[in-house]
């Protein structure tokens, strides 16, 4: 599989988390509390997001630095283009493939709204940026050596893993998008240039990941599409994501955290929503189920558990 498993105790389909880098240097602990409480469910991969125009670009990086070396899981880093010359991104992969990540999902990211006239940079698409990733890579030597501790002068020479490339997938459609079809027609273009998985932004109802998937397979997308799922706990969140995805207001969940008067019954509400969302998916057909956790490990293991999918522990 593109994306192997991690730890013993698997959970019932593939979960995996996405983190953000934190957009100040310090508080670091509670981070990675979130994540050891994260990998300890197992996950394929943990992904971190990544700024568009580079502003957290290195904060991202050591994210993925201590899921590498702390944890047993695969870290995925985010990268945007957009803004980026040529010369720039391909530094940026560079520096990622030497920090030892393997494991991408390459993104167009959004032109910053504060400038009149941005630059959009040398790369027009996420299908350019997969090819540029997969250029990076093939370029570099296909083994790698490695000192034998205690064998001094003696290295160990082994094959280079290959790199993952996922993309990102709509299934209501990407704001910018002017036809119906076009979210197909790019994410074929992704596939076509070498990206072996599709990753979805949020949705609400599971029949739109449904139809969308059913759509993609009708045009030939056969890499797996891995539903994004965002438990949303309070109407603050839910008003921000919906302005920034161009989703449709989920009535129900909405009146339901407006008219909750404390926090706990609120989360209580996301997680249930977010729950019986991920069984329907699971029951579907779905591969797997990708989690948007906004560095909170509770809300998301409590989903995982809600829907059957992790054993409940009661430890978090
Ligand atoms: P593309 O695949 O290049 O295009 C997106 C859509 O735009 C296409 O589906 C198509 O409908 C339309 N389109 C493509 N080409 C054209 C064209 N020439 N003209 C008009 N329309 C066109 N952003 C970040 O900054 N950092 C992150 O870490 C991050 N993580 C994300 C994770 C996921 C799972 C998702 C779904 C989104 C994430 N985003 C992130 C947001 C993303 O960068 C934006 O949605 C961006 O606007 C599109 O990026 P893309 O890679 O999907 O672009």
């Known amino acids: 599989p593109p994306f192997a498993p991690a730890g013993a105790t698997a959970p019932r389909v593939p979960i995996s988390f996405e983190l953000y880098p934190p957009r100040t240097p310090a508080p670091i602990e509670a981070l990675h509390e979130t994540i050891q409480q994260l990998a300890a469910a197992s996950p394929r991969f943990i992904s971190v997001t990544y700024g568009a125009g580079g502003s957290v670009g290195g904060r ?20 945007t283009c957009v803004g980026s010359t040529y010369a720039g991104a391909s530094r940026l992969i560079r520096e990622f493939l030497d920090a030892g990540i393997l494991s991408f999902l390459a993104l167009r990211g959004d032109p910053p709204l504060d400038e009149s006239e941005p630059f959009l940079g040398d790369l027009e698409s996420s299908a ?10 093939a370029e570099r030597a296909p083994y790698q050596e490695r ?34 079809h076009q979210d197909i027609d790019a994410l074929l273009a992704k596939q076509a240039a070498g990206a072996t998985l599709a990753i979805t932004q949020l949705f609400f109802h599971p029949d739109d990941y449904f139809a969308f998937v059913e759509r993609s397979r009708r045009a030939g997308v056969t890499i797996p599409i891995l539903p994004g799922i965002m438990p949303i706990t309070s109407p603050a969140r839910l008003s921000r994501v919906l302005e920034l995805s161009g989703e449709e207001l989920p009535a129900e969940l909405s009146i339901a955290l407006e008219v909750e008067p404390t926090v706990e019954g609120r989360t209580e509400i996301g997680i249930a929503h977010a729950a019986a969302l991920v ?16 560095n909170q490990h509770r809300t998301v293991l409590g ?4 829907a059957g999918i992790l054993q409940a522990s009661g430890a978090h």
């Open 147 to 180: 000192p034998i501790p205690g064998v001094p002068g003696a290295v160990q020479v082994t094959p280079r893993r290959k790199v993952n490339i996922a993309v990102a997938a709509y299934p209501n459609g990407h704001p910018r998008s002017t036809y119906r």
């Open 279 to 294: 069984r329907e998916l699971v029951d579907g057909g779905a591969p797997g189920v990708h989690l948007y956790a906004f």
């Open 303 to 306: 989903v995982l558990e809600d």
């Open 60 to 79: 991202s990086l050591d994210v993925l630095r201590y899921i590498r070396e702390q944890t047993s899981v695969e870290p995925l880093a985010h990268l």
């Open 128 to 137: 350019q940026l997969v090819q540029l990733i997969d250029r990076a890579q």
